[in-house]
């Protein structure tokens, strides 16, 4: 079991940077793939970016976000990243860390073991 825990969330103006962690604790984290995904009101959760077990050698990323975002990952401190670049006011929304345990870069949040809380990010025009 893991417990993951959303951290980096904020108020920012449109063309701003945030970075948002997701710290996972319990089983080794470099066993899972992990993905970030966001939801604004009204809407379906929709997947932003994912990267891959171990080494994070392969990342995938919703065509809305590619350019801007960035995935990384830091084995050593049990920790994802969502580095949030040129931000828009569409990109308003809760944005959730989840886990995977398979080697699958996933862009199904049905695919995902475990979420953390979520943390709000806004972005004003």
């Known amino acids: 079991q893991a417990q993951l825990v959303e951290s980096g969330g904020g108020l920012v103006q449109a063309g701003g940077s945030l970075r948002l962690s997701c710290a996972v604790s319990?089983?080794?984290?470099?066993?899972?793939?992990m993905g970030w995904f966001r939801q604004a009101p009204g809407k379906e959760r929709e997947f932003v970016a994912a990267?891959?077990?171990?080494?994070?050698?392969?990342?995938s990323y919703a065509d809305s976000v590619k350019g801007r975002f960035t995935i990384s990952r830091d084995n050593a401190k049990n920790t994802v990243y969502l580095q949030m670049n040129s931000l828009k006011p569409e990109d308003t929304a809760v944005y959730y860390c989840?886990?995977?345990?398979?080697?699958?870069?996933?862009?199904?949040?049905?695919?995902?073991?475990?979420w953390g809380q979520g943390t709000q990010v806004t972005v004003s025009s």
């Open positions: 319990g089983r080794s984290f470099s066993f899972y793939t």
């Open positions: 990267i891959n077990r171990g080494g994070g050698s392969s990342t």
């Open positions: 989840a886990a995977d345990q398979s080697w699958i870069v996933s862009r199904q949040y049905s695919n995902y073991d475990y």
